[in-house]
């Protein structure tokens, strides 16, 4: 019997989701084995599967049921893999789509802050499309506030409008309201600070504060928290800006902290910096049970056929270690493990180059197996 025991409530969800987290949950059962733990994982349903589920049991259509939403809450973390594809990509209104079940269960949880750690890795300075030299010392976080902003404001659509059309005919118009609270701002950029603090010191937060008011006040917060850490120093810097130095100069970068959509796009840009977004994981955090899961989609495209990248899955569960059970042993060593397979040159398709030798791109399992095998 370990002596410690865990419950993971862990969300397949679709496209190559079930494939990357059945390595995921691997990798956790060969480390609860070296550490002494045991983490339970109980599949729950969310996005597209849940939504086919819930409609051919004659439930109310859901991409979050309530039985997930109650074992999540009811869990010690949740291990979640990626949700979406085109066969829910009805566009009519009202209908439900499978990122609602994202959104939902992020919102439910209180997850207002979501990390995304870019690390290079020193093998794979070839997948990416900069050159080797402009990625030399990359290593950002990325805090994104995730429950406000854009993406939980009001979304609504008018139809029959005077002169919306063209040519001045009657059509279409919609909005989508962005609203943020000085403390909805504060809690992550004071998290911001905190990791800066522990690391190399440097917070640069990111805003439009020359055109948005949410900017405004978001730049007004984040000066206000400056000045209580003299030892962090703190830049403004323009998302447009943002976005242009990410390529030019990424080095500069230490703790990057960002409103809810700046930070889904700046992250998947970040993301290339490491050669694939099947290499970034992410850490969402909050008032209820802590939920990560890679920063990629579900990547229908290769659904089923076993290539998929299981890294930034694999990554999470470091991070799950890590965040939400302190075992930062245990952590390091999966951070290691994967770090080591990557020297070895082993690869997925996505992060295999024209020098990998075909017997090292290796398949979605195999690559699980691999990290396994060198956690020891
Ligand atoms: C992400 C994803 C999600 C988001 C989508 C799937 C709703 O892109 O986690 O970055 O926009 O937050
Ligand atoms: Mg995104």
Not at 155 to 171: E, K, L, Q, S
């Amino acid at each position: 019997m370990a002596s410690k025991t865990y419950r993971i409530c862990t969300l397949p969800g679709d496209g190559i989701g079930p494939e990357i987290i059945a390595e995921g949950k691997k990798v956790l059962k060969a480390v609860g084995e070296r550490h002494d733990a045991a983490f339970e994982c109980e599949d729950h349903l969310i996005g597209g599967s849940a939504i086919d589920a819930t409609r051919a049991a004659g439930e109310e259509v859901s991409a979050l049921p309530p039985a997930t939403l109650a074992a999540a809450r009811a869990a010690d973390a949740v291990l979640l893999a990626a949700v979406g594809g085109p066969k829910w990509n009805d566009t009519t209104p009202g209908a439900v789509r499978p990122e609602q079940g994202l959104l939902a269960i992020r919102k439910s949880l209180g997850l207002y802050l979501n990390l995304r750690p870019v690390r290079m890795y020193q093998a794979l300075r070839d997948a990416s499309p900069l050159r080797p030299e402009r990625l030399e010392g990359v290593d950002l976080l990325i805090v994104r506030e995730l429950t406000g902003g854009l993406y939980f404001g009001e979304h609504t659509r008018r139809h029959n409008v005077p002169g919306a059309g063209v040519d001045g005919a009657a059509g279409d118009a919609a909005v989508d309201s962005m609203e943020y609270s000085e403390h909805e701002i504060e809690r992550v950029v004071r998290w911001a600070f905190d990791a800066a603090a522990r690391r190399r010191g440097r917070v640069a937060s990111v805003d439009k504060a020359n055109v948005l008011e949410t900017s405004r006040l978001w730049r007004e917060v984040a000066h206000r928290v400056a000045a209580e850490y003299p030892k962090v120093e703190e830049s403004d810097v323009l998302v447009d800006n943002c976005a242009m130095q990410l390529v030019s100069n990424p080095a500069q970068f230490d703790v990057l902290v960002t409103e809810n959509t700046f930070g889904d796009i700046l992250s998947d840009e970040a993301s290339m910096l490491t050669g694939s977004l099947g290499m970034l994981a992410s850490a969402s955090l909050g008032s209820g049970t802590a939920l990560y899961e890679p920063s990629h989609g579900s990547a229908p495209d290769i659904a089923g056929k076993g290539i998929a990248n299981p890294l930034a899955q694999i990554l999470s569960v470091e991070l799950m270690l890590r965040y939400s059970f302190h075992m930062d042993d245990a952590a390091d060593e999966v951070a290691r493990a994967v770090q080591r397979v990557l020297d070895d040159g082993w690869r997925t398709v996505d992060i295999a180059d024209a020098q990998t030798p075909k017997d090292h791109v290796l398949g979605t399992v195999a690559m699980g197996d691999k990290v396994v095998e060198y956690l020891g």
